[in-house]
C-alpha cells in the first residue's frame, strides 16, 4: 500500500493531484451523504456539484489513461518499449 | 527323435497365437505399468494425431505408439534423438503380430529426479511454513504501481503489457528484466524482487514466465527464488507457464495465476466494471440530488401554503372583497336613489305639465292682454274701444272691446 491511498478522500487534496482510486472514493463519499445525511439545499447542491466535478475526472483518468512502461536498470528507470 | 503322434493336435491359427501372446503381455503385471528410457528415433505424427516413435538405446529399439488424447496432453512433444523417460504398458499389434509400448507419458531423462527434488524442497519449506495461507497478503484493489519480474523479449512480457493497457491503464508498469530460464535466471529473478522493493515500492509484482518444459521453469523452483518472492514488501502474483505447471514460486506467491495474462488480470480491475461503477455513481448521485431537492420542493410548497394564509396579501385580498361589497352596495343603492328620483321627477313633470297655461288654452280658454301688456282679470280692467290681445293655443288675435 502507497502512502497516498490511506488519505484518499481527503477533502484538501486538489482533483487534479488525486489518483483514481482517490477520486473514485471521492465521489462515493459525496454520493453516500447526499443519500443518507440530512443536508441543507446549500449543501447538497454544493455535493452535488462536487460529485459531477468528480465524475467528470474518473471519466477522464479512464479516457486519456495510457499505460505507462518503464524499465528497471542501472540506477534509474528507462522508457520501455516492447518489441512487437 | 520321437515320432510324430498318430493324431497330433490341431494347429492354431495365427491369429489365435497372436491373442494368446497379447493376453500373456497384458496379464504381467510389470509390463502392465511401466517406466522406459531410451532416444526417441523414427518419430511421426501423421494426421490422425497419434504419435509414432521408436524407443533405442545402443543395444535395442522398442516400437511406441501414443494415441491423440494421450498426445494432445502432452506440454510438449520429444525431438528426434531426445533422450526421454516413456510411460505405458506393453502390447501386441495383432495386424503385425509387432509387440509395442502403448505410451501415455513422454518426459526428458532426469525429470523424474527433479521432480524428487521439488518434492524434497517442497515438504521442507512448506514445514518451514513458508507457504502458509496466514502469510497470504490481500491485493491492492487498484494499483498504481505494478512491478513485471520477467524477460524483457518473452511473450510473456507483451501478454502482460497488451492486458494491463486493455483493462487498468491507469497504473505505471516497472520492469525488472531478468533471464527466467538457465543458470542466470535465479539470481536475476531474486535481484529483480529486491530492487523492486527497495527503489520502486510498487504496489503488487507480477513475478512471470511463458510455457515451456519442467526444466525451463526449474528456476522458479530455486529456493533463493523462492525465498525472496516470500520476503517481498510488495504482494506477489505469480503467472509462470500453463495451467498445468506448478511452481515452488507459485506456493509461495501471493497468489498464484495459471498463466502471465491471468496474473495480469488478476492484478487489476477492469476498466469496464470501473465504468459500469461510474454509472452506477452517477445514478445514485442524480437520485440523491433529485430525493433533496424534491423533499425541499414540498418543504417549500408548504411554506408558500402557510405563508399564503398569513400573509399581508391575503389581508389585502380580504380587505379588497369588502371594498368590492361596499361598491356593490352603494352602487345599488344609490341605483335605487336614482329611481326614486326619476318617479319623483316623473310626477313633478307631470304636474308641471298641468300647470302650463298652454294646456287651459288647449282646452279652449283664452288670455286677453291689453295694449301694454298688462293680463285681464278683471272687467275693471277694460273700457270700450280698447285694443285687447287675445291670445289662444295656436296663435293670437286682436279684438275691440265694447
Not at chain 2, 43 to 67: N, Q
Not at chain 2, 131 to 160: C, H, M, N, Q, Y
Not at chain 2, 194 to 206: A, S
Not at chain 2, 233 to 256: C, Q
Request: net charge negative; glycine share 6%.
Amino acid at each position: 500500500m502507497t502512502e497516498s491511498s490511506q488519505t484518499s478522500g481527503d477533502l484538501n487534496t486538489p482533483i487534479e493531484k488525486m489518483t483514481y482510486e482517490q477520486v473514485f472514493s471521492a465521489l462515493e463519499a459525496a454520493v453516500t451523504a447526499l443519500e443518507t445525511e440530512k443536508l441543507s439545499l446549500d449543501e447538497a447542491m454544493l455535493l452535488f456539484e462536487r460529485g459531477q466535478t468528480l465524475l467528470r475526472r474518473c471519466l477522464d483518468l479512464l479516457d486519456k489513461a495510457e499505460l505507462k512502461v518503464r524499465l528497471l536498470s542501472g540506477d534509474e528507470l528507462a522508457d520501455f518499449t516492447p518489441q512487437a | 527323435m520321437s515320432q510324430l503322434p498318430l493324431f497330433p493336435p490341431a494347429a492354431m491359427t495365427v491369429a489365435e497365437l497372436t491373442r494368446y501372446l497379447r493376453e500373456l503381455l497384458e496379464s504381467d503385471y510389470t509390463l502392465r505399468d511401466l517406466w522406459v528410457q531410451g532416444e526417441i528415433s523414427n518419430f511421426s505424427r501423421p494426421s490422425s494425431g497419434h504419435v509414432y516413435f521408436t524407443l533405442k538405446d545402443s543395444s535395442a529399439s522398442l516400437r511406441c505408439v501414443m494415441w491423440r488424447n494421450a498426445a494432445m496432453r502432452q506440454a510438449r512433444m520429444p525431438a528426434e534423438g531426445e533422450a526421454v523417460e516413456v510411460h505405458g504398458f506393453i502390447s501386441i499389434y495383432e495386424v503385425s503380430g509387432q509387440y509395442q509400448l502403448y505410451a501415455d507419458v513422454i518426459r526428458p531423462v532426469g525429470e523424474g529426479l527433479l521432480f524428487q527434488e521439488f518434492l524434497r524442497l517442497k515438504a521442507r519449506l512448506e514445514a518451514e511454513g513458508l507457504f502458509d495461507p496466514e502469510r497470504k497478503r490481500p491485493l491492492p484493489r487498484w494499483p498504481e504501481r505494478i512491478g513485471v519480474v520477467t524477460s524483457p523479449s518473452g511473450a510473456a512480457i507483451r501478454d502482460i503489457l497488451n492486458t494491463l493497457g486493455r483493462r487498468y491503464p491507469l497504473a505505471e508498469v516497472i520492469l525488472a528484466p531478468t533471464p527466467v530460464q538457465g543458470v542466470e535466471a535465479p539470481p536475476g529473478i531474486i535481484s529483480a524482487l529486491q530492487e523492486l522493493n527497495r527503489r520502486v515500492k510498487p504496489d503488487v509484482i507480477l513475478v512471470a514466465r511463458g510455457g515451456g518444459s519442467l526444466e525451463d521453469l526449474w528456476a522458479f523452483n530455486d529456493e533463493g527464488v523462492v525465498r525472496a518472492i516470500a520476503a517481498s514488501l510488495a504482494p506477489v502474483i505469480t503467472g509462470i507457464g500453463h495451467e498445468t505447471d506448478f511452481t515452488l514460486s507459485d506456493f509461495a506467491a501471493d497468489l498464484r495465476a495459471p498463466t502471465p495474462t491471468a496474473a495480469a488480470e488478476l492484478a487489476t480491475p477492469n476498466q469496464a466494471d470501473l465504468r459500469a461503477d461510474l454509472t452506477e455513481q452517477i445514478l445514485r448521485l442524480v437520485r440523491a440530488a433529485g430525493t433533496t431537492l424534491d423533499a425541499q420542493r414540498w418543504v417549500l410548497n408548504s411554506l408558500k401554503n402557510r405563508l399564503s394564509l398569513i400573509s399581508p396579501q391575503s389581508r389585502l385580498r380580504s380587505d379588497r372583497q369588502r371594498l368590492d361589497e361596499f361598491i356593490h352596495r352603494s352602487e345599488t343603492a344609490l341605483a335605487h336613489c336614482m329611481e326614486m328620483e326619476h318617479t319623483r321627477l316623473n310626477s313633478l313633470s307631470q304636474y308641471l305639465e298641468s300647470l302650463n297655461p298652454m294646456a287651459v288654452l288647449q282646452r279652449g280658454f283664452a288670455i286677453v292682454a291689453r295694449e301694454d301688456g298688462q293680463r285681464v282679470y278683471s272687467t275693471s280692467q277694460v273700457k270700450p274701444g280698447d285694443f285687447l290681445t287675445i291670445r289662444v293655443s295656436d296663435g293670437d288675435f286682436s279684438a275691440e272691446a265694447n
